[in-house]
Each structure stands twice: as structure tokens, then as C-alpha cells.
């Protein structure tokens, strides 16, 4: 029986992580832009629009940064109608990170 490498859940507001996904983690985290971007986000919904507004790029950049979080289960979108087609909505309720080296 193979061992998982490392793995990241959400319990009540705080991020766990543990093995290998700590270095990826530690290193979605290790960005000013990303760190602002969930500071915008917590407790709040926003799109891409608005995120890209708040860190002052480009919708591209914006959504590049967002996918790295999301990867790292450190927010989460939705898709809602919007004036032209969908538009990707972003929140976080993470409050805390922990990082376990075992």
C-alpha cells in the first residue's frame, strides 16, 4: 500500500497541509500579489474584473494568479451569469494556514 505524498484540506476557516504539498503551498503564499489578493477576498465574493482592479493588472494576470490559489484549494470559484456570458466569482474563508512536516 503506497502512502500519499502529502495532501491539503480545509477544516472550519483554517488550511491544512502536510508532506510534499507544504513546499507547494508555502510557495502560492510566498507572493505579495496572491497574499493581497486573499487579504480582498476573505469574507467576500469578487470577479476577476474586480480583483484585477484591486492589484492593478490585467484580467490575464489577475486570473493567472487566482488559478495558483485555487490549485492550492486556498479559494474557491463559482461561475455566475454576467452581462456577456459567464464570469468566474471568487471567495476565501481560510483564516489560517498550517503547515505539518511530518
Request: hydrophobic share 40%.
Amino acid at each position: 500500500m503506497s502512502t500519499p505524498k502529502g495532501e491539503v484540506y480545509e477544516e472550519n476557516g483554517v488550511l491544512i497541509v502536510k508532506g510534499e504539498e507544504v513546499v507547494n503551498v508555502a510557495s502560492a503564499l510566498s507572493s505579495d500579489t496572491r497574499l493581497k489578493i486573499l487579504e480582498f477576498l476573505r469574507g467576500r465574493e469578487a470577479d476577476i474584473g474586480q480583483v484585477a482592479e484591486f492589484i492593478n493588472q490585467s484580467k490575464a494576470n489577475a486570473s493567472a494568479q487566482m488559478r495558483i490559489l485555487e490549485k492550492y484549494g486556498l479559494v474557491k470559484t463559482t461561475y455566475k451569469p454576467g452581462i456577456r456570458g459567464v464570469k468566474k466569482v471568487c471567495t476565501t474563508d481560510i483564516k489560517e494556514v498550517r503547515l505539518i512536516l511530518e
